[in-house]
């Protein structure tokens, strides 16, 4: 039996790691209505509402995990970074994030609005766009050399971007504001120890694939090899300049043609991906991975008719692999076919249970959640 909590709290972690905030709470949160004892569920739910802002709330969760015997060096840290904030028995109430459209509205009438420039970096930097968010919070650091948050945010950004020299030159920049308080020291502090240890795993990933590289640069193996590498080590940017090389250099390369386009993916570059996706496809139309991938391509594209296509032949290629079910439910129900949706979506949890606590926070199925069925399927004892 697969432990959906557990489940969950991993893709919430995931999420945290790319800086997907929104999503990584409703991640964690769904862990913790499943299972409320689950520390590290509350353990996740904290570092995201402290990245979040939410002190009050990310206090109130480290404070759970606390209760429920959680004596981790995480639960000690959050403790520590969040021992100033006041405790408060209101609910705090979260407002609506505006639309991309709502802040560029707002910019437009007052070009100096610190709130919503950071708002529109940080919807930004979600959704990919990461040169423009990194442009938009470098203004608010140029309109307001004190904004602590502006600078702590430029550093998240250039540390996910594994610019490791400028993110630490700009955490100790913003260590230096006067005035900040020593939960703000703190959280700098932390930020720059996990940021000299990646840098550190970085240099020796660098190491162990460099050689053969200096060997004969135009090797696409030493590149893929190199890709590969950074890949397991979660450097999607190196990753991704190493199998765009392999690329390159052999464009009959498959294995780095499709690692390429799923780490593209991962940087949500969804166009880039689905051009080289369909190239794959045409050159390999009997594998069932490039059509798979493709379809899911399309699917970020919101392109869901074309993906189904795809996504077909993938499944006449691999007729039980589930997740492609899956991804054709999810197709299916963004295109308004609800009765075949939920065909496809039993079919997909019935060869991987661990599909339900997909769905359940799953948008693409919004429409059909509240429906007899898909609450039945969501019971099915497998």
């Known amino acids: 039996m697969v432990n959906s909590s557990e489940d ?92 991309e459209d709502e802040y560029r509205q707002s910019i437009s009438e007052n070009p100096k609005d610190e709130e919503a420039l950071k708002g529109l970096s940080l919807l930004l930097f979600e959704k990919g766009q990461f040169n423009e968010a990194e442009e938009i919070i470098r203004k608010v650091i140029k309109l ?31 260590a230096k504001i006067k005035g900040i308080d020593t939960y703000h020291q703190n ?51 190196a990753s991704e300049v190493a199998f765009r090389k392999v690329v390159e250099l052999d464009s009959n390369h498959y294995d780095g043609k499709l690692l390429h386009s799923r780490t593209l993916l991962r940087l949500a570059r969804n166009e880039e991906a689905e051009v080289q996706l369909r190239e794959l496809t045409i050159s390999h139309p009997k594998d069932w991975e490039a059509w798979a991938e493709h379809g899911f391509a399309l699917m970020e594209l919101n392109r869901d008719a074309d993906a189904l296509t795809s996504l077909d032949e993938a499944l006449k290629l691999k007729e039980d692999d589930a997740n492609i079910i899956y991804n054709k439910a999810c197709a299916l ?39 007899p069925k898909f609450q039945e399927i969501l019971r099915l004892e497998l």
């Open 187 to 237: 959280m700098v502090n932390i930020r720059l120890a996990t940021i000299i240890q990646r840098e550190d795993s970085y240099r020796i990933m660098d190491q162990v694939t460099m050689p053969e590289i200096e060997k004969d640069p135009k090797n696409p193996q030493a590149w893929f090899a190199r890709g590969q590498g950074f890949a397991r080590g979660g450097f999607l940017f």
């Open 333 to 371: 129900c963004k295109l308004g076919e609800t009765d075949d949706a939920l065909q496809f979506l039993e079919r997909s949890i019935r060869l991987d249970e661990r599909l339900k606590s997909t769905a359940l926070n799953d948008r693409d199925l919004a429409s059909i959640k509240e429906l």
């Open 144 to 174: 307001n050399k004190k904004n602590f948050d502006a600078f702590h945010t430029l550093g998240k950004y250039l540390q996910y971007m594994e610019r490791y020299a400028e993110a630490k030159d700009i955490l100790q920049k913003a």
């Open 8 to 99: 969950l709290a991993n893709e919430g972690y995931e999420l945290l790691k790319t800086e997907k905030f929104s999503a990584a709470e409703s991640k964690f949160r769904k862990a913790i209505e499943i299972n409320p004892n689950y520390s590290t569920a509350w353990v996740g739910l904290a570092q995201t509402l402290q990245d979040l802002g939410r002190l009050r709330e990310a206090k109130q969760a480290i404070s759970k995990a606390e209760a429920l015997g959680d004596v981790g060096f995480a639960v000690f840290t959050m403790k520590m970074l969040l021992q100033n904030v006041p405790d408060t028995d209101e609910v705090v109430e979260v407002e609506k994030t505006p639309t």
